[in-house]
């Protein structure tokens, strides 16, 4: 099984509207882990890892995010998996 994982930061209206909480469902949904955090220039950024098809979902859902939110960029890096299980919202 390929595990690939990518670092991802979203723009726009994408703070106070439940974006981490909403992400972490989808993540928990398709079986992606990782971590999602508000930034301080009102950006989320997030690391998500899992088989490839499950992170084109969930880069596909960063791009629109929830309900409320106005994503206008969304940018995404590759990086080296890191075996992590789980996915939580940090602070």
């Given at each position: 099984?390929?595990?690939?994982?990518?670092?991802v930061v979203?723009?726009g209206q994408?703070?106070?509207?439940?974006?981490?909480?909403s992400?972490r469902?989808?993540?928990?949904?398709?079986?992606?882990?990782?971590w999602v955090?508000?930034r301080?220039?009102?950006?989320v950024?997030a690391?998500?890892?899992?088989e490839?098809?499950?992170?084109?979902?969930?880069l596909?859902?960063f791009?629109?995010?929830?309900?409320?939110?106005s994503?206008t960029?969304?940018?995404a890096?590759d990086?080296?998996?890191?075996?992590?299980?789980g996915?939580?919202?940090?602070?």
């Amino acid at each position: 099984m390929d595990v690939i994982r990518r670092h991802v930061v979203v723009h726009g209206q994408v703070q106070g509207i439940g974006f981490r909480f909403s992400a972490r469902v989808e993540a928990q949904r398709l079986g992606v882990s990782g971590w999602v955090r508000n930034r301080s220039d009102g950006a989320v950024e997030a690391e998500i890892e899992g088989e490839p098809q499950a992170i084109d979902a969930m880069l596909g859902w960063f791009d629109e995010g929830p309900p409320g939110a106005s994503v206008t960029t969304m940018s995404a890096s590759d990086l080296d998996p890191t075996g992590e299980h789980g996915f939580r919202v940090t602070y």
